[in-house]
């Protein structure tokens, strides 16, 4: 039997662990710093995957991605131990493409009411 986590659950592990990967990898102390590399150059995609909560808030018009309907998502969640909020680019098929804005929380609390807020 498998069990699933979402990754804003487990995102301690998930950093520490790729943190700790990286370590044996390339040597002490490069981890802390590959990591942060890492997860800029895939922001969008964990930034969705660690969402708790998510609402729609229009479509998305841009000129680039003709002929695909995209919309704007407004998400929070838990990356690396800090809560935020977001506004994603996502397609119909729910897989994200981009983000307009993030802003980072030191509580849930303080995510939640920056997520009702607009």
Do not use: C, Y
Request: hydrophobic share 45%.
């Amino acid at each position: 039997m498998s069990m699933f986590q979402p990754i804003a659950l487990a995102s301690d592990r998930v950093i520490s662990a790729l943190v700790s990967g990286l370590e044996i990898e390339f040597g002490p102390g490069a981890g802390p710093a590959l990591a942060t590399r890492f997860l800029k150059a895939e922001e969008v995609d964990f930034h969705w995957d660690a969402r708790v909560q998510e609402r729609w808030i229009g479509g998305w018009h841009d000129t680039d991605e003709e002929g695909l309907e995209l919309d704007r998502v407004k998400i929070w969640g838990r990356l690396d131990g800090r809560w935020f909020v977001a506004v994603m680019i996502v397609d119909g098929d729910g897989n994200a493409h981009g983000v307009t804005g993030r802003r980072g929380f030191g509580t849930a609390r303080d995510a939640r009411q920056a997520f009702a807020d607009a």
